[in-house]
């Protein structure tokens, strides 16, 4: 994909950065390590400082923002979704997590808004959105078929090293098919634009949703019937073109993550309390 276009997608976009040069094994380790991290606190400073070093580091990758502005878009509706639900659903939680009631806005029965379930939903977004850019990271700068080589020589069997290599090679085909298939239902008369009602687009969807699976389950069978031919899996071992040894700069990535999720594991056996509340 030449960078010089701003386009929409979830694929691997090479533009050379020094986050393209790590090792995609490198790229996964603190992958998993920072959802590790997330996943052990609620503390809002860690999470913020999460989100602002995730974001840095997808403007250090050089990818345009173009390219990953409707994804941010999509993540933050979505949250803020997830948060209204979770308040209409359990509006008192955040007042017996953190065990205080401060009421910034009286409302009918339970639904009366406190300082501490604000703070609560607050927190509990941005600590689902701060694994969102490093997700888009480890996409937009790991080559599928190195990352798969990479797995391959950590002892990872090559057939499923080789599958998540078509799985990441899959998502802009995903992103293809839905283009077309809506554009198709526009063209038939079905509205997805904003001048329709939500629920009303809500409900369209799923006339792009269900012939997307079958578009996807055909060419999920085109690739097995393919590879069959061309005889994948009859031996145990397989050369990689695309392979190469961890650097320094690797190791070095690899222990500060590692480092940092023992260290959060650490913080939160030792905290005595859940949240990070600075307002009793």
Do not use: C
């Amino acid at each position: 994909m030449s960078t010089s276009k701003s386009q929409f997608g979830i694929q691997y976009v090479d533009t050379g950065s020094a986050l393209h040069a790590l090792n995609g094994i490198t790229k996964f380790i603190v992958f998993i390590s920072w959802v590790t991290i997330v996943l052990t606190t609620f503390d809002l400073r860690i999470i913020l400082s999460m989100v602002a070093i995730g974001l840095a580091l997808l403007a250090v990758s050089r990818v345009p923002f173009s390219v990953y502005r409707p994804l941010l878009i999509g993540a933050v509706v979505m949250l803020s979704l997830n948060a209204l639900f979770m308040f209409l659903l359990a509006p008192r939680q955040g007042d017996i997590y953190i065990g205080s009631q401060h009421i910034l806005l009286s409302l009918p029965g339970d639904y009366s808004l406190s300082a501490e379930t604000l703070f609560y939903l607050v927190t509990v977004t941005l600590k689902y959105f701060s694994m969102f850019p490093i997700a888009l990271l480890f996409v937009f700068t790991t080559h599928p078929t190195e990352f798969a080589a990479s797995l391959n020589k950590l002892g990872v069997p090559y057939k499923i090293a080789y599958a998540v290599s078509l799985t990441l090679r899959y998502l802009p085909e995903v992103k293809n098919d839905f283009v077309n298939i809506m554009h198709a239902q526009q063209a038939r008369g079905i509205e997805l634009s904003k001048k329709a009602p939500l629920f009303e687009r809500l409900k369209n969807s799923a006339k792009i949703l269900i012939p997307l699976l079958f578009s996807s389950l055909d060419r999920a069978t085109d690739i097995s019937n393919a590879m069959t031919l061309r005889g994948f899996g009859q031996h145990k071992t397989r050369t990689w073109y695309s392979q190469k040894p961890l650097t320094q700069t690797d190791w070095l990535w690899i222990g500060i993550m590692l480092l940092l999720t023992i260290a959060a594991i650490a913080k939160r056996i030792l905290d005595n309390e859940l949240f990070w509340y600075p307002f009793y």
